[in-house]
């Protein structure tokens, strides 16, 4: 299969789907699994792409939405800040025979909006989503596989190893909190993977140096690099500008960014995106 062409990301139908808790599993202190299931998931869309993900609605407190739930005529009826609040989330796992919808999420006590909710999230519990979309998947042709990322992409790391052939060569750097988060992962025998423990550092500090650090191989590569927005940037422009990987084989994304909410990450991200590619490309293009 041949990648998108960067930039350009797949979008699922914008149709609220209703889901419920069927489980909820501990991974690790700082991470939950939620199994979502309902009759809404029939025929749900999973499979193209790794890094396949859904925007999960959180209603405001107070707001009356319309019965049946309708996400179009809430927008168009009832002022912005009643919108039911989106988060976006990668799809770990799709269970089609059991309708089965699984979905990773670092739960940092009270911050936050999902995090919160999925530490208190028990089998029963309703919830609409929109999607999927989706965008990356490994090339089987590349030559060798790059993937980096902190927390919040490590479920799309975990999906993307699992669509490795068994001989892929693949380096893979993932920085989460402390030991304690890192997870067992599926992967091809060459696959070589690095936990940075990040500690009292900020988020990319210990990731940035340890990928400058590898002696890339050689061949054509292809690289998923997501996360916090900053060490995606630094990433990116190593990449393309030091090791010279092309575009079409390089997915680069600010997952979140530091000091800003889902809401204003969103508002903003396409203009940050245009920025970091005026600098690191002497021309925009359209946001990934």
Same mark, same amino acid.
């Given at each position: ?99 089965? =919808? ?6 940092? +006590? ?7 909710? !999925?530490? #208190? *999230?028990? $089998? /029963? ?70 936990? =940075? ?6 988020? +990319? ?7 400058? !650090?590898? #002696? *890339?191989? $050689? /061949? ?69």
């Amino acid at each position: 299969m041949t990648p998108p062409p960067p930039g350009r990301r797949a979008r699922g139908p914008r149709t609220a789907l209703r889901v419920q808790v069927r489980r909820v599993e501990r991974l690790t202190p700082r991470m939950t699994r939620i199994v979502f299931g309902g009759d809404s998931l029939a025929g749900f869309g999973v499979g193209e792409y790794s890094d396949h993900y859904v925007k999960l609605l959180f209603p405001v407190p107070g707001a009356d939405y319309p019965v049946p739930f309708d996400l179009g005529r809430i927008r168009e009826e009832q002022p912005r800040d009643q919108w039911p609040r989106m988060r976006t989330y990668t799809v770990r796992h799709w269970d089609a025979r059991a309708q089965e =919808l699984s979905v990773d999420f670092v739960v940092h +006590g009270d911050e936050g909006l999902a995090g919160p909710w !999925a530490a #208190q *999230a028990t $089998a /029963g519990d309703e919830l609409y989503l929109v999607g999927p979309g989706g965008g990356y998947i490994p090339h089987p042709e590349a030559d060798w596989h790059l993937l980096v990322g902190d927390e919040s992409a490590l479920p799309a790391i975990a999906a993307s190893l699992e669509y490795l052939p068994s001989d892929a060569e693949a380096y893979v750097f993932i920085e989460v909190a402390g030991p304690e988060e890192e997870l067992e992962l599926a992967c091809p025998g060459k696959a070589v993977i690095h936990w =940075l423990h990040r500690g009292d550092s900020l988020v +990319g500090e210990k990731l940035v140096p340890a990928v400058r !650090a590898l #002696q *890339a191989p $050689a /061949g054509r590569p292809h690289a998923f690099v997501h996360g916090e927005a900053a060490f995606v940037k630094e990433l990116r422009g190593l990449l393309r500008t030091e090791w010279k990987v092309p575009r079409e084989q390089l997915s680069a994304s600010g997952y979140w960014r530091a000091g800003h909410d889902e809401d204003g990450w969103q508002a903003s991200k396409r203009q940050w995106n245009h920025q970091v590619e005026e600098e690191q490309e002497g021309s925009p293009s359209a946001a990934s």
